[in-house]
């Protein structure tokens, strides 16, 4: 017996140490937070979504600052495929943390060129798909709404990897399980939600949208997590995947939150623009409060919500 | 990392300048770098504010940061309120500093706040080459707007100018510049270092071009993290430009499919830049 409480996650056959792992897209490439932690430290690295090809990105003025949140419209810029491989991969064989690489394309075939690709790697652990980008035109979004193309995309990245698989899922839709329900039959390891939804904000005085030519843009940030924490509870009681909870997360207290209504760890997000050590934080924060509390292990809180049948 | 303010003190309309105590920096800022601060004790403002670092200085043996900011939002009104004895959380420094060189003339153009940055360059200038004449233009919409004068007197030979002509030279800082190099009190082989709003950056880089004097520019825009992760201060740049004239290392471009559009973060490949590799036109579109 060590005494020391378990706050390990299981997503898949992925043993995570500890359930915190930084939001896709707000992590960077994981060497741009080299300086402000050890990267060791977390229970998995989650990278911005890679594509087939590079991506440019969104038009400039790309973010803009709205009450507890931040609109942002990146477009998916990243280096494309064949970069992350030569160039930002080798960074990760310096760390052992596990890796998750969130890829996103424009049609099924692109999505499973990336999970060929990437399942030749044996530093990349899992992959998550984003089916559920607010900010592109083509492919993007579409994956995530619809349930029919939902599961044929799953279905077709499944029979192309062995990796761990988890679904990024959005709120955009009426009712959410029955894409969680659809990954859990086409074999997905995990689901992780919510991705951002989309949202505008205007400014008055031009009478043009604060992002300028790019309109609307994806909403992160405290402002989300109630919506977040909801579709977590939700999706938690229709499937039996894990469930990694993302979504406006800024503290030890709103992790628990996610834990508590269900989901096996989390994602923090916009949080680590504000704070670069925040997922340091709450790990360091979780072993106390369990200690204190006298939890031997996370899944005693798991699910936990008084008062949650029917 | 958390400082403490020494000194926040007002020294023009809406204008204050903040000291902290440096002396447990790891590192220190050159010119031209800033940090990314958080101005709240709530989630409202939710992200940092980032500031070009003023200047270094000593007070009674104290190494310490100043940062010169303008009141404009909720932001800077919350740090206009910090008192001595506080303490600020600041990221930093961050992003390129300008390249300090030996020349006969320097000219420091700004408007408004955009002095913050160009203080430490007269510094910096003055301890490469004390020889060198600086030249500092620095105006503003009208007169009661115009501030640092004095300090300013200290730094170089000032030039004042306001849009009505109510203190100094009738006109903004490209006219002001061209009506000095027309007049021959500024020679053609001057390096200028500018920081102010987008439009007179961008006419200043046509002088730049028309009069073949080099440039850099200290850019400032919405920021998500300050630190190259978050993307959302993308700035297009000339592709055909970058590689003649960038003498900056730059990590964070991106370069579209076919190479006619390249992204760079002001973050973390700025927030310097040669005044002719931005691309303003398609900036200010």
């Known amino acids: ?310 | 990392m958390e400082y403490l303010i020494l000194k926040n003190e007002k020294v023009g309309e809406n204008c204050y300048r903040l000291t902290l105590d440096f002396s447990s920096a790891r590192h220190l800022p050159i010119p031209g770098q800033f940090y990314n601060i958080r101005c709240t004790d709530t989630m409202d403002p939710l992200l940092r504010r980032p500031f070009s670092m003023h200047r270094l200085t000593n007070e009674n043996g104290i190494p310490c940061l100043q940062i010169l900011y303008r009141v404009i939002g909720r932001g800077t009104e919350w740090l206009s309120s910090r008192k001595q004895g506080e303490t600020l959380d600041l990221i930093g420094p961050l992003g390129n500093g300008f390249l300090i060189e030996r020349r006969t003339d320097v000219v420091l153009a700004a408007r408004g706040i955009g002095i913050a940055p160009l203080c430490a360059v007269a510094e910096a200038v003055r301890s490469l080459a004390p020889a060198s004449r600086v030249h500092i233009l620095m105006g503003a919409r009208f007169k009661d707007r115009v501030f640092y004068q004095e300090e300013l007197q200290r730094l170089g030979n000032l030039y004042l100018y306001t849009d009505d002509g109510s203190l100094g030279f009738r006109g903004r800082a490209p006219e002001l510049l061209l009506h000095l190099l027309e007049t021959g009190k500024i020679p053609r082989t001057c390096s200028l270092y500018a920081c102010g709003p987008a439009p007179m950056l961008m006419e200043l880089s046509t002088l730049s071009e028309r009069f073949g004097f080099e440039g850099q520019v200290a850019l400032e825009t919405h920021m998500g993290c300050g630190f190259g992760a978050c993307l959302s201060c993308a700035i297009p740049l000339l592709p055909s430009l970058i590689k003649k004239t960038s003498r900056w290392t730059k990590s964070a471009l991106q370069w579209s499919e076919d190479g006619d559009t390249c992204y760079s973060l002001i973050c973390k490949d700025g927030p310097i830049y040669d005044i002719r590799e931005v691309d303003w036109d398609e900036w200010l579109a």
């Open chain 1, 1 to 310: 017996m060590s005494g020391l409480p378990d706050g390990s996650a299981q997503i898949g056959r992925l043993q995570l140490k500890n359930p915190v792992m930084p939001a896709s897209g707000t992590f960077g490439y994981g060497e741009e937070y080299a300086s402000f932690m050890d990267l060791n430290r977390l229970g998995a690295i989650v990278v911005k979504t890679i594509t087939l090809k590079p991506r440019v990105g969104s038009y400039p003025h790309r973010s803009t600052e709205v009450a507890s949140g931040l609109l942002a419209s990146i477009g998916l810029q990243n280096v494309g495929i064949e970069r992350f491989l030569a160039d930002k991969l080798p960074f990760f064989e310096s760390i052992k943390t596990p890796l998750i690489v969130n890829i996103g394309g424009e049609s099924v075939e692109e999505y499973v060129s990336l999970a060929r690709s990437l399942g030749q790697r044996a530093r990349v652990d899992g992959l998550e798909l984003n089916v559920s980008c607010p900010n592109v035109r083509k492919g993007g979004m579409h994956f995530g709404v619809d349930p029919e193309v939902l599961r044929d995309l799953v279905s077709h990245v499944r029979q192309a990897t062995g990796k761990v698989l988890i679904v990024k899922l959005t709120p955009m839709v009426t009712d959410i399980r029955p894409f969680a329900e659809i990954c859990q039959r086409q074999g997905a390891d995990a689901l992780s939600l919510i991705n951002a939804p989309i949202g505008m904000a205007v400014d008055i005085k031009t009478r043009r949208s604060r992002l300028g030519k790019n309109l609307t843009g994806g909403l992160t940030g405290p402002a989300i997590k109630p919506m977040a924490l909801y579709c977590v509870w939700r999706v938690c009681r229709a499937v039996d995947l894990p469930v990694i909870g993302i979504g406006g997360i800024s503290s030890l207290e709103d992790a628990l939150e996610f834990f508590i209504a269900g989901a096996s760890a989390v994602q923090v997000g916009t949080w680590n623009f504000i704070n670069p050590r925040i997922t340091l934080d709450i790990i360091e924060g979780l072993e106390k409060y369990m200690e204190e509390h006298e939890i031997e292990n996370l899944s005693e809180i798991r699910g936990s919500l008084a008062g949650a049948s029917a």
